[in-house]
């Protein structure tokens, strides 16, 4: 069974502090790996979609950068804003397009 | 365009009652699929429908079911609620199930199981 594995948990960051998250996966012929965020009590949020090894999405103050077994989200001088929690999942070729999700990590951003 | 949308938003039962869910998808997205959220368990996959036909299921009871209307529009029902079935049900709909596209979710329905 496809697994994706997430860490930190949490994470607290300062305005203006850099970091990054990481998602590791165990899936074969990898079709997609997805990022969401999600804000409390909503649905998760589209933010990028990384498909072979090497790829980088920006947005704003979010990068997102793939290898053959994890991704990394790196968060540029966050804002109070960017406090959400951030999903990874990824999608194989033989599991009819289903999404399997991490546990998430959740990201504080104090002023 | 009109996002996805669930009702209710929140709902309380008790053990051994059932429940239905309902899930409006985007316009001209004619793919559901359900997902539950549970502090342990993190966003775990239900089933998907496309053309008023189950495509994919996950690892749950047989007390899970769900349906799709020919205007798209899902229904997900639970059957003799558990306390363990307290968790956000999130629906999220795309045009169709075999891409790579993004899912679109809606706010869910917090259900909340006494």
């Known amino acids: 069974e496809d697994q994706v594995t997430q860490s930190p948990e949490a994470l607290r960051l300062q305005e203006g502090e850099s970091s990054s998250l990481n998602c590791s996966y165990t899936v074969s012929g990898l079709r997609g790996l997805f990022w969401y965020r999600q804000d409390p009590g909503k649905g998760p949020e589209f933010l990028f979609t990384?498909?072979?090894a090497g790829e980088e999405k920006e947005k704003e103050r979010l990068k997102a950068t793939l290898t053959k077994k994890e991704s990394f989200l790196h968060i540029t001088a966050p804002k109070p804003e960017d406090s959400a929690t951030y999903l990874c999942a990824v999608q194989a070729p033989f599991n009819d397009y289903k999404l399997s999700f991490g546990a998430g990590t959740t990201v504080t951003v104090r002023a | 365009k009109a996002g996805v949308t669930q009702t209710p938003r929140y709902l309380i039962k008790t053990r051994g009652q059932q429940v239905t869910l309902s899930c409006s998808p985007i316009?001209?997205?004619?793919?559901v699929s359900w997902y539950q959220q549970t502090p342990g368990q993190g966003l775990q996959f239900l089933f998907e429908?496309?053309?008023?036909?189950?495509?994919n299921k996950g690892n749950f009871p047989g007390r899970f079911s769900g349906r799709q209307f020919s205007n798209s529009r899902s229904e997900m029902n639970v059957s003799t609620l558990e306390l363990g079935d307290s968790a956000l049900y999130l629906c999220?709909?795309?045009?169709?199930?075999?891409?790579?596209?993004?899912?679109?979710f809606g706010s869910g329905t917090q259900l909340s199981v006494l």
């Open positions: 429908y496309f053309s008023e036909t189950q495509r």
């Open positions: 316009s001209g997205h004619r793919s």
């Open positions: 990384l498909y072979s």
């Open positions: 999220a709909s795309k045009e169709a199930p075999a891409t790579n596209e993004k899912l679109f």
